[in-house]
Each structure stands twice: as structure tokens, then as C-alpha cells.
């Protein structure tokens, strides 16, 4: 059976699958597959789940809050900023949940702490102008 190379991008590392027989994954226009010979391709995968089978016919899933995907000479690059890979689909979506409620938390957080900086720094301002110590610009 033909098969084609796969190699999974993130922030922290890289995986290598050398005999893939499909891949399937989703953008913003839908589902869609790919498979050894395939044409060459660029898409957006959209947050979500995809999967790819082996040429032993093992499903794994692959979650992801998007990424890239190019298709060129028979090896698929899926590009992204952290994917959770496994058997167990249930599990995998799980791990991302968490993970993006996490980094929700920090972004929340990070808002905060600037918009308390932000207000200290206008407070500081508001002295210095009415000491008449500082030159406001």
C-alpha cells in the first residue's frame, strides 16, 4: 500500500511517522483527507481533533488548537503551537481542554497585572504633574 512521511511541529519537539496511509483533519471549509500522492497542499487546521493511520492500520488522534498543514512530495508537515497525540480520543481532547483553560488563565492573569500596572503608573504621573517636579509628555 502506498503511504506518505508525516512529521508533527510544536513548541516542543518533533515526531516522525514514516508510513502513513490517510490523514484526516478539518479547516474552516470542512473535512477533508489526504493520501500518498496526493496533490500538493497548504491548509489552516482549524482547534480541534485530527487523525492519521499507519500502514499497520493503528489510528492515532491528534488534538490541536490549529496549526498548518502542507502536503508536498508525498511527506506531510503539520506545523502548530502544541498538539497532544494518542489512541485514546476521549483522553487526548481532554489534554487540550486543560491545556487551553490554562493558558486562558494565564493570559487573564497577564491582563491583570498590566492593567494594574497601567493604573499605578497614571497615578504616578498624576503626582509628579501636580507637584510640579516632572515634565509630562
Known sequence: MNCFA???LDCHGERHFGQIRQFIGADNSGSFGIMAGHA???AI???GLARFCDNSGV?????????????????????TVRFFLGNDREQICQQLAEQMAQL???????????????????????????QGSGVVT
Do not use: C
Not at 489510528?59 to 506545523?79: C, H, M, S
Not at 499605578?120 to 498624576?126: D, E, F, K, M
Open 6 to 8: 508525516l512529521t508533527l
Open 40 to 42: 500538493h497542499l497548504l
Open 45 to 47: 487546521l482549524r482547534f
Open 59 to 79: 489510528w492515532y488522534y491528534l488534538a490541536l488548537p490549529g496549526g498548518v498543514v502542507r502536503f508536498y512530495q508525498n511527506k506531510l508537515t503539520v506545523t
Open 104 to 130: 486562558d488563565s494565564e493570559i487573564h492573569a497577564a491582563h491583570a497585572t498590566m492593567l494594574e500596572i497601567e493604573h499605578t503608573l497614571l497615578q504616578r504621573l498624576a503626582e509628579l504633574s501636580k
